[in-house]
């Protein structure tokens, strides 16, 4: 969560209210945590955050759920 502390500093007028989900995953047998950000309401809203987050530097990836 200080990653998402983080990004709350740089990005909160862009980011908003929305709430981190961290998950665990293996990838390449190394074990990575992956930050999600939620709810966004919809597929579009989702992208729309991710583009502006996007211009501002920060890599960004909409997935479904």
């Not at 980011?15 to 309401?41: E, F």
């Not at 597929?43 to 960004?60: H, I, M, P, R």
């Amino acid at each position: 969560l200080a990653k998402f502390a983080d990004l709350q500093g740089k990005y909160g007028d862009v980011l908003g209210s929305a709430q981190p989900d961290i998950q665990q995953a293996a990838v390449s047998g190394k074990t990575i945590h992956r930050l999600r950000l939620g709810p966004a309401g919809s597929k579009q809203a989702a992208q729309d955050l991710c583009v502006q987050l996007k211009a501002l530097g920060q890599d960004c990836m909409v997935r479904a759920q």
